[in-house]
């Protein structure tokens, strides 16, 4: 029993469970940026090369000419895509890019809580004493 009982307090330790969360919610932005990148910003490249979907974009190795990337694969031709590589490459710059931003502006509210005025400083422990030791003068005179 105590390995399992070991074993539940690692797992219910803030580190664990932060670490979880944060795991979780990356998937969900890499999804949500992946969408970015694929249904947003792609079609547009794919614009200006032409109206040409860039996962499509392949070599055949074999030397052999087929229409589409689905006609090569359906007759098992050794295929190089390189629009893959291409796509994956534009997901991690826009994803870089995003983080960036987001990096940044977090940065930007912490430099302005350094920067916001300090309150005011009350006297000095020596002022006090000061004050104090003139009020017992005043008071002995």
């Given amino acids: 029993m105590g390995f399992f009982k ?16 944060a795991v979780i919610i990356g998937g969900a932005f890499n999804k949500i940026v992946g969408s970015l990148a694929q249904d947003i910003i792609m079609p547009f490249i794919g614009l200006f090369m032409g109206g040409q979907n860039v996962n499509n974009m392949f070599i055949a190795l074999d030397g052999s000419n087929h229409e ?40 930007k509210t912490k430099k ?3 920067e916001a005025p300090a309150a005011p400083k009350g006297p000095t422990q020596e002022e006090i004493l000061l004050e104090i030791r003139d009020e017992l003068k005043k008071q002995n005179s």
């Avoid at 690692?10 to 932060?18: E, S, T, V, Y």
């Avoid at 295929?79 to 931003?101: E, H, P, R």
């Fill in 6 to 21: 070991d074993f539940k307090s690692f797992l219910m330790k803030g580190d664990i469970i932060a670490l979880a969360t």
């Fill in 68 to 107: 589409t990337l689905a006609a090569a694969k359906a007759a098992d031709a050794a295929i190089m895509t390189y629009g893959n590589f291409l796509q994956t490459i534009i997901n991690f710059i826009v994803i870089g890019f995003v983080i960036f931003m987001i990096l940044r502006s977090y940065e």
């Fill in 112 to 114: 302005k809580e350094k």
